[in-house]
């Protein structure tokens, strides 16, 4: 099964004032001109990677991760995504963050998790619609 892998192609000096993070894995900095090592830096991590893990990338404009994305694309990577600058690509994280949430709220009795319904303490509702109009503002923000 394919992993998910979220890295940010500025330079060391930009990542030490702070990565993006998210749930979908832990940031790693990949300078854009030395992305063709992504596999060696993720070996020495003890991470094995393959063509086919989800690879998202972000930069400060969008303008380093478009040509890191090129480049792992010519590389063989199947299922690259470039999320673009830092402020943009921290929407789409947090959107996408805020909807796995929502699904597994959602979904979670499939899961033997329990699942607070409108009457279990009377605030199941409105618990859902602030759920709803928060994701519905962040997709405005795009």
């Known amino acids: 099964m394919p992993q998910e892998l979220l890295i940010d192609v500025r330079s060391p000096l930009e990542f030490s004032t702070g990565p993006l993070v998210s749930d979908i894995a832990p940031t790693v900095n ?36 478009g040509i890191a994305k090129q480049r792992l694309e010519e590389l063989g990577f199947s299922n690259v995504r470039d999320i673009g600058g830092f402020e943009e690509a921290r929407r789409v994280l947090d959107r ?6 929502i699904e597994e709220g959602l979904g979670g009795e499939e899961k ?11 605030r199941g509702g409105a618990r859902r619609e602030g759920l709803e109009r928060l994701l519905k503002g962040l997709e405005a923000c795009d």
């Open 112 to 122: 033997g998790e329990r699942v607070v319904r409108d009457d279990d303490d009377g």
């Open 30 to 65: 990949i300078e854009y001109t030395h992305i063709d090592s992504l596999a060696d830096i993720y070996a020495q991590q003890h991470i094995a990677v393959s063509k086919d893990d989800h690879i998202t990338l972000y930069c400060r404009s969008g303008r380093r991760s």
């Open 96 to 101: 996408e963050m805020v909807g796995r949430q």
